[in-house]
C-alpha cells in the first residue's frame, strides 16, 4: 500500500500559507484568552485590547508568560474554558512548591495526538508497525502522549510503560516491536541487558526507529545508540506545558526538528534583554500555543535554549527548525527525562535539622547512565552509631525520591566537606556533557 | 557512673584521622583507647581520653563534627571468663549493647559499652558489684 508522505495537510504549507494560517488562529487565540480571568487581567493592566493584536508582529506586545504564573494560578487560574469541558489533567512534580496544571479539552487531546501522530509518520511510521513506549505513564505526559499519538497512527501500539528491562525485551521479540520511544540513557541500557541475555538487536528483532527525547544529548550520544541497535533514533521535543511529545521532531533528514508551526509561534529571545535575536543565534525559546482550547499560554518562556535553524529543508516542510537543545537559562537539572530544581532539593534537606544549609548536588554518568549524587554536612552533635546514620541517610533518600522522583545517592559528609565558593553558591555539578 | 566518650564523623578519606589526631596532640591529650569501624563513605571514630570535656570542646571548636557521648566502662580482672560474666548481667536484664570494644590498662581489662539504657545497665552492674570506672579515675589511669 502506497502512503504519502505526509500526515496532515498543514506539514507542507509554504511560509505565506503557515503565516497566514498563524496570524488568523493568534487572532481567535487572544479572543479565546480574555475568557481566562489571568489573561484579562494581564491585558488590561497595560491598557492592552485584544484589538490590538491583529498581525503576527504585534505578538510582541503581549507580556511573556511564565512557569511562576503557572504557579501562582494553580491549579486552574489560568484555564480559558469552565472545568465542566475539561477531560484531562497533567500536573508536574514537586510537593514541596506549587505544582503547574495543565488542562486539556476532548478537542485538545485530539489535536495533542494529531501532532504525535504527525512527527511518527514522518519518520516512517506507519500502521503496519508494532510501537513499544518505556516513557512512564500517569503524570508523565510521555507515556499518555505517545500512547495517543502511536494510536491515532494506527500502530499496534504496547504501553509497557518504565523500567522491567528484561519485560521490554521480550515484548521486543514476542510482539515484534519496530518502534521504540525511549530515553536515551534507556536506550543504552536495554542494549546492555540484551547483550547479557544474548539478544541481539540485529537478528532477534525488527527494531528500526527509535524516538529518544526528554533527556539532552549529543549527536555523538545518538550515533552511538544508533550503532547499537542497529536503528535509525529520532530526536523529539516537547514539554508539558505545551501538552507534552509532539512539538517539535526531526525529520528523516536528521538535522533539527520540524516545530510545528500551525500550533505555535516560534520566538527565540536573548534571556537577558528578552529582545528577539536573529535565525541562528541561541536564545531561549518562546512559544505560543495557537491551537488549544483549555489553556492557551502567550508568549511562555520555555527556559530551554536553542536556535532556528537557518535555511530550507530538503524534505520539503517549511515549518521552522530548532536546533538539539543547547542548556538553561535557568537552574533546571533534567535527570532520567525528570525535571528537577536545585530548590525542591534544598527544600526537602531544610527539613532534617541533623544537616548543614550547604550540599552539592553532582551529576555523572556511568555505564551510559545518569546518575545524581547529593552531598550534605551532618552537624547532629548526639550522633554516635551507625544504624542512626543509615536510618538518617535512608530518611534524606527517601524523601528525596519522593520529591524529585529519581533515586539520589545521599552522602554524608562532616561539615566543612563541601567547598565553599565565592559569590553565588556553586549547588550543582554536572560532569554529564549532555549538552554538547 | 558513665564516662564521656567522642564519637567523631568521619569522611573514608586519607588524611581525614591524622588531622583530628595531631589536635589532641596539640592540646597536649593522651588517647587511651580508639575504635574505627570500616563502612563506605564514613566512619564514627570512638576515642576514650584523658581530659574528654576539653578534647570535645578543642575539636569541636575546630569544626570537627564530634560528639560527647555517654558510655559505661567496667573495670575486669584479668582472667578467663570475667567478659561473659559481666555481659551476662546485662543480659539477664534483657539490655541491649549497641557497641562495644575493650583493651587493658594498669593489669586490668576495660570494656567500654553505650547500651540502649545506660542508666538501667549501670544499676544492675552495680549490683553485680563490678568495679564501674569514673571519669575522675581515667586520668590517674592514664599517667
Known sequence: MAYSNFFNPEETLDREGIEKLQTERLRSTIAHCMDSAFYRKRFSDIGLSPNDIKTLDDLKKIPFTTKQDLRDTYPFGLASVPLSKCTRLHSSSGTTGNPTVILHTQKDLEQWANAVARCLWMVGCRPEDVFQNTSGYGMFTGGLGFQYGAERLGMLTVPAAAGNTLRQIKFFTDFGTTVVHAIPSYASRLYEVMCERGVDPRKDTKLRTLVIGAEPHSEETRRRIENMLGVKAYNSFGMSEMCGPGVAFECPEQNGMHIWEDYYIVEIIDPVTLEPVPDGEVGELVLTTINREAMPLLRYRTRDLTRILPGECPCGRHHKRIDRIKGRSDDMIILKGVNIFPIQVEQVLGQFKELASDYLITLDTADGSDYMTVEVELIDRHIDDYAALQTLERNITRMLRDEILVTPKVKLLPKGSIPQSEGKAVRVKDNRKQYQ | ?143
Request: aromatic share 4%; with cysteine; glycine share 8%.
Open chain 2, 1 to 143: 557512673m558513665t564516662i564521656h566518650q567522642l564519637s567523631i564523623f568521619i569522611e573514608n578519606k586519607a588524611g581525614t584521622l591524622v588531622v583530628i589526631l595531631r589536635q589532641l596532640k596539640e592540646a597536649g591529650i593522651q588517647l587511651i583507647a580508639s575504635t574505627i569501624s570500616d563502612t563506605v563513605d564514613y566512619g564514627i571514630c570512638r576515642i576514650i581520653c584523658s581530659e574528654p570535656v576539653r578534647a570535645y570542646e578543642t575539636l569541636r571548636d575546630a569544626g570537627v563534627a564530634v560528639s560527647l557521648c555517654e558510655v559505661i566502662a567496667v573495670a575486669l580482672d584479668d582472667e578467663p571468663g570475667r567478659a561473659a560474666d559481666a555481659i551476662g548481667i546485662l543480659s539477664d536484664e534483657g539490655i541491649s549493647i549497641a557497641y562495644l570494644y575493650s583493651f587493658l590498662l594498669g593489669g586490668k581489662g576495660v570494656l567500654v559499652f553505650r547500651t540502649d539504657n545506660n542508666e538501667r545497665a549501670l544499676d544492675a552492674l552495680q549490683r553485680g558489684g563490678l568495679d564501674i570506672i569514673r571519669e575522675k579515675d581515667l586520668s590517674k589511669l592514664a599517667i
